[in-house]
């Protein structure tokens, strides 16, 4: 079982930056691969980002790519989404997923799920 927490979210203008944290319980953080989702109003929950559990490999959704860079920190069991050049459009609800047997670029791939955090780009 894996607890995921997210933070850092909240109100910023367009063409500012966040950076969101997952932080994950346990001990076994290097055994999932880890992802960004989000969900927009009236939208399905949308591929993000995601990176292997040796972070060798990261993955982009087309509507980030060039934006938005995912690490992760095994040494504190935490997973980053650093955010640049912010749209409106990027305003949603992201989520931190975790996967023990596929990297997470699908929402069926993911085992475990965080409560989200709240981004709200303002033009």
């Known amino acids: 079982q894996v607890q995921l927490v997210e933070s850092g979210g909240g109100l910023v203008q367009a063409g500012g930056s966040l950076r969101l944290s997952c932080v994950a319980s346990g001990r076994t953080f290097s055994t999932y691969a880890m992802g960004w989702f989000r969900r927009a109003p009236g939208k399905e929950r949308q591929f993000v980002a995601a990176i292997t559990k040796n972070g060798g490999l990261t993955y982009y959704g087309d509507s980030v790519k060039g934006r938005f860079t995912i690490s992760r920190d095994g040494a504190k069991n935490t997973v980053y989404l650093q955010m640049n050049s912010l749209k409106p459009e990027d305003t949603a609800v992201y989520y931190c997923?975790?996967?023990?047997?596929?990297?997470?670029?699908?929402?069926?791939?993911?085992?475990?799920w965080g409560q989200g955090t709240q981004v709200t780009v303002s033009s």
């Open positions: 997923a975790a996967a023990h047997n596929l990297v997470p670029t699908s929402v069926s791939a993911c085992d475990y």
